[in-house]
C-alpha cells in the first residue's frame, strides 16, 4: 500500500492506495493502484499540524491496523512555492566566482538577492570550459567566515561548461559547517545570472524543506510506519527526501505537478486539460501524451524566473471561497441590473462561519436594512500572524480581539477600512463574507454550512443600492444564480487563456473582441467558435458544482473523475522517479571535439564516439543520482540534438546537447 499527502492552500489531503493486482508474465502482478481510503484537514500555518489529522484520519477510515502494509508515503507540498512567493527563506550569502559587479543586475538577480551578503571571487571559465583566471579557495574562506547565514549559493562563470570553481568552492566551504548549493548542479543551461539566482533561492529553501521532512519522517515514526518518504518535485517525478533537501527549489509547483498527475490516473486519459479548483485559487495545465507539458523557459514563481523545469501551469485568482462583490453597476457595459466581481481575494464563505458561529452571523444578518453599505455582510477575525505597522492597525487588532466580529464593529470610517485592507493583505486579519460557495448552497448545489446565512445574505445583497439607476435583482436566488455564472464564464476564461499561451499566444489573446464574442455564442454572419482540445478534466472539490457547464462553454467533453477532490494526494501516491541529464558536445578547433563533463579527459577527433562517450557518462551520473532519489528498475532514454551551420555551402557542426532520461519506479519497503 502507498499512502500519498498534499498540503494545498485549504485542505491538506491524504489518500491510502493499493494495487490491483494483474498478470504481467513471469507469475508476476502489477496493476494500477485503486484508492482503499481518503481523508482532508484544514492546512495550517505549520503544515506538519495538517499533515498529521491527515494520515489519522487516513488511517482511520481505512482502520489499518498493520502499518506494516505501507510500502511508500510520498508529500507533495506547497512549502517551496508558498516560500517563494512570501519572501520566506533561510539567510544566504551568495558566491559569485568570475563575475562582474555589473553581472548582478541581470536576469532577476539584484532583486532575488535582496540584503544577502555577495562574496565575489577571482575564477570562472569561457564558454569551451577554459579557465579564464585561477580560484583562491583561501581567499573565498577568508571572506566567508565571519558571514552569519545558513547556507551558501556558489555560482561560477560558465560553469555548466566546466564546474571545477564550483566544486572546489563547495569543498573550501564545507569546513564552515553549512550547506552549500552549486549552480551547476540545478540547471545545464547557460545564463550565469539567471542560475545563480535559481542557486539563490534553491539554498534559501533548504533549512525550511529539512524541517518538513523531518517532521514528516517523525510523524510516520509515531505511528508505526517504516516506509520511505519521497516528495513530489515540479515536474511530476517522485525523490527522495534526502534528495529533495538538497535540491528544494525543485518542489516549486509541487501541488499542480501531483495534480496533473493524478488526472491522468483517475481517468485513464494521456491528452487532456486539467484545471483544479479549490478555495482560493484554480490551476490550469496540459497532460499531452501521459506527461505534464514542461515550462520551457524555467518556471515563475513569486516574481522570480527560475531555470527549473516545473510543470507549466497557470494559477488564476479564481476558487470556491473567493470573494464576492458587486461593482459600481453605472459602469456595468451589458445592461443593466449587478455585475459580480469574483476574487482574487478569499474569504471564509458565510455559510461556513454560521457553521461555527450561529448566533453571532444570525444576528448581525438579521438586524442589516437594505441597502446595504459595502461591508454590512463581512466579517472579520485576527489570525496573529504580523505585526501592525502602526497605531491605527493595532487598535483595529485589539478590537478584533480573538473572536470573529462584524466589519463595522472594527472599522467605521475610510481610513480604518484601509487600515484593515493592509491587514488582511498582511494575513493578519482574515475575513468571512459572500463567496460561489454560498451562491452554490442558496441554489441547492451542495448543502455544507449553514445555508439559510447565505440565504439570508443573498436576499440582502440583491437589493440595489440607494442612488443606483439600476433595478435590485428579484431575490437571492437571482443573484445567487448570476454568482455562479460568472464563476463559470471567468473558469471557462482562464482555461482557454492557460491553453492559448500554452499554444503560443499572447495571454491578452482571451480578451480579444473575437474570443469573447465565440464565448457569448455569437449569432451572427460568421460562425465563431473556440474551445478547447480535448476533454476538460476538473478537479477539486466544487468541481462537480461548476465544471459541466465551464466544459459546455468550451465546447468540450467534461469529465469530472471519481476521487477528484483529492487528485492531488492520488498523484503524489503514483509518481515515479524521473531524472534527466544534459551535456554539451563543442569544437573548440576544427576536428577536435570536447565533452563539457565533469572527469570527460581531453579532446577527441572524432564526434561520433565522443557523442558516444558522452552518453556513456551521463548515464552513470542519472544511474547515480536515481539510486540516491530512491529509484529502481530504471529504464533510459536517449536523445542527442544537433546544431550545425551551413558556411560555404558546407555543413559545419556547432554544438550537439545529449541528453539522457531515467525512469523508474521508487523503492518500497
Known sequence: MRIGIDTGGTYTDAVLCAETPRSVGNGATKGPPVVLAKAKARTRVDLSVGIAEALDGVLAAAELEDRSQISLVSLSTTLATNALVEGIGGRVALVFIGFTAAELDRGGLRQGLGDAPVVMADG?????GVEIAPFDAGALVEAAAGLEVDAFAVAGQFSVRNPAHELAAREALAGLGKP???????SAKLNGPKRALTCLLNARLIGLITELCRAAESILARRGITAPLMIVRGDGSLVSAAFAEDRPIETILSGPAASLIGAGHLTGET????????????????????RPTISVEGATVGGHRTMVEAVEVFTFGLGGDSEVRLEDRTTRAKGPGPEPVIGPRRMTPLALLAADQPALVHRTLDRRVPPLRKNDTVFAVATGRGVPVNSRQRRILDGLGDGWLPVDEVATTNLETSALRALVAAGSVRLAGF???DAAGVLGLHDAGDVAAAIKAAELLAVAPDGSPDPALPDGASLARLTIDTLVRRSAQAVLSACLTIDGF?????ESALVQRALDGHDGATAVTVGVAGPLVGLGASAATYYPAVAALLGADSIIPEHAEVANAIGAAIGSVRIAR?????????????IHLPGAGGDRGDLEPTIERTVELLTEEVRGQAAAAGATELSLEVDVERRTADVGGRELFVEATVTVIGTGPPKTA
Do not use: N, Y
Not at 271 to 278: E, M, N, P, Q
Not at 279 to 285: A, E, F, I, P, S
Not at 506 to 510: D, H, L, R
Open 124 to 128: 570562472g571559465h569561457d564558454s569551451l
Open 180 to 186: 552549500v548549493a552549486c549552480g551547476h548542479e540545478l
Open 271 to 290: 491528452d487532456i486539460v486539467v484545471s483544479d479548483i479549490g478555495g482560493t485559487t484554480t490551476d490550469v495545465g496540459v497532460l499531452r501524451r501521459g
Open 435 to 437: 463567496t460561489p460557495t
Open 506 to 510: 499572447p495571454a491578452a489573446t482571451v
Open 582 to 594: 544534459h551535456a554539451t558536445v563543442s569544437q573548440p578547433s576544427k576536428g577536435q571535439f570536447r
